[in-house]
């Protein structure tokens, strides 16, 4: 079963309007049709917070949420914060989560659902949204050369596949991700609705329903995974159909010295072995093994706002107090 990551690249028109303004800093909430070509009712439209700094832009940062709804509202802090030290920020929300949910369904769970062909609409979809996002940006001139992307559990995954599909991507920050399909599916907390749709009688022609011949499987395919080209894991008929979704599999064609994984010791949501082999798998990339859990890392995001400008290499002396303000909301009909 193959998967498909490709798009019709075009002149993106928009709606946008400035929803809220800080001291150094503008929000948008923008929203523009949907590139990809087979999107589920409910996700047509893209949707993306930007923070654009007052001043000059001196570099880009992608945030990519987590599977969950409550992440964000703390990744549009970042947003505010970046931005006020001159780093153009946006936040996409994800096809299948928050205020794009399907119809019928419910936040985040196309993602990880046992019915491959749904799972990968979901995930070819939000790499779409991802890449688009960023010829949208392009266009704006609000995509730098000097850019990151920020990829928070769901968000890691994807970036570990944008990050490969697409040159224009200059670091990678993995925070508190994983991978290894088979654990995330069958061992996480997070999974459970997966584990009670198998119990109730779902079958899959690809082993889902049986963890053993599962993990087997992988076991034996992985050697070979881990040599192939991006054309091979994306077209290859010898591979279980999970490795094209599963950042293990686009580990070695990253560039490490551009990528860093920042690991949560006390994370319960992604099992050990799910964050441990995604590391292996990017041998050579910076690693920080922070004592935190996967979501109690959140309030602590100042230290994580301080490295994105290093990765950025924007070190002058007003960085650190405007990460620090306190920042009061204006209205956005004052004028500018």
Known sequence: MKIDFSYRKKQIVSNSGYIFKGRYYRCSYIRFPTLYKRPEPGTETVELYNFQPKSEIRASLMILHGLGNSNIKFL??????????????????????????????????????????????FWEHAVVDSLSTIDFLEQKKL??????????????????IISVLDTRVYQTIFMTSGGHLPSILMQSRTTRFFRKIIE??????????????????YEEQLPSVKKMSLHEILNSEEIHP?????PLSYSH?????KTTFIDALFDTTLPFQSRRLLYKEMEGAKRYIIPIGHVTWLPFEYLLAR?????????DKNVAKRLLIKEVIEDPLDEF
């Open 76 to 121: 549009l802090w970042m947003g505010k914060q970046l931005a006020s030290v001159g780093i153009n920020t946006s936040v996409l929300i994800l096809p299948g989560i928050y205020t794009r949910v399907e119809n019928g369904s419910a936040s985040g769970v196309s993602y990880l659902h046992p019915h491959i062909p749904r799972m990968y609409k």
């Open 143 to 160: 995509w730098k050369k000097n850019n990151c992307v920020l990829g928070y559990c769901l968000g890691g995954m994807l970036s570990a």
């Open 242 to 246: 999970l490795f094209r979704i599963d």
């Open 253 to 257: 064609l990253l560039n490490k010295s």
């Open 307 to 315: 490295y994105i400008t290093h990765k950025v290499h924007i070190y």
């Open 200 to 217: 109730s009688g779902f079958k899959s022609e690809y082993h889902l329903h049986d963890k053993n011949r599962l993990f087997e499987i």
